[in-house]
């Protein structure tokens, strides 16, 4: 599965839009663009995923480049409760796995 | 639905001994995942199994951890014997894996510390 890099930590002030962006240049043809969450001492949470298109949920938009070498997941209106690590995760449709790396620590302030 | 259930929540037992984390997956998912996570090492998969088969275990550390799926309901992560550097907080996933979606649910995690 191809590689992530994400920003360590972000900061993000209640109420506006949160960017997370996630670089994965060596992405494949076939592999889907996964965030998951994880809030404090909880388990991983999945938030949305795409391939090539945009994608929105009620949670959050998923903006992929047409290159798709790198994407970005968008918390329309931030809250406190949104603060979190979010990970950016690449996986083939051939695999059930899902490797997690050291994610995007949002520090969400009032 | 309950969510994945793991038990116990928390475990602290000393060196030497036997532990025993259970996991009861979502009703009618056919995927389960184990999953380790330490400061130093992150989330690591450990495991995971589909319609009850262990799939890929090659994130398993070494051969004092073992895992079984008995039936669709069930799976167990046992460590003889434990060690300190086995303290981490390990999850339990499940998933009803489709062509383009892989989501899985997580459960709220065992904490073991060992002595």
């Known amino acids: 599965d191809a590689k992530t890099t994400q920003p360590t930590s972000m900061d993000c002030a209640e109420g506006r839009a949160a960017n997370l962006p996630c670089n994965h240049s060596t992405i494949s043809g076939n592999e889907y663009v996964y965030w998951y969450r994880q809030i404090h001492s909880q388990g991983p949470q999945y938030i949305i995923h795409?391939?090539?298109n945009n994608e929105t949920n009620e949670m959050a938009s998923l903006i992929i480049t047409e290159d798709r070498k790198s994407s970005t997941l968008i918390l329309p209106h931030a809250t406190l409760r949104d603060t979190a690590v979010y990970y950016c995760i690449v996986s083939g449709d051939n695999t059930d796995k899902l490797i997690f790396g050291t994610g995007t620590r949002l520090q969400v302030f009032p | 639905d309950a969510g994945v259930i793991q038990s116990p929540r928390h475990e602290v037992t000393e060196m030497g001994q036997e532990v025993t984390l259970r996991c009861k997956p979502i009703s009618g998912h056919n995927s389960l995942f184990w999953y380790r996570q330490t400061m130093m090492r992150g989330l690591e998969l450990l495991i995971y199994f589909n319609n009850n088969v262990p799939i890929d275990d090659s994130g398993m550390p070494e051969d004092r951890f073992s895992a079984k799926m008995p039936n669709a309901s069930f799976s167990t992560l046992k460590i003889q014997p434990s060690e300190p550097r086995d303290s981490a907080v390990y999850f339990c996933a499940s998933s009803y894996r489709t062509s383009g979606h892989n989501e899985q649910f997580f459960g709220p995690g065992t904490r073991l510390t060992v002595l």
């Open positions: 795409g391939l090539k």
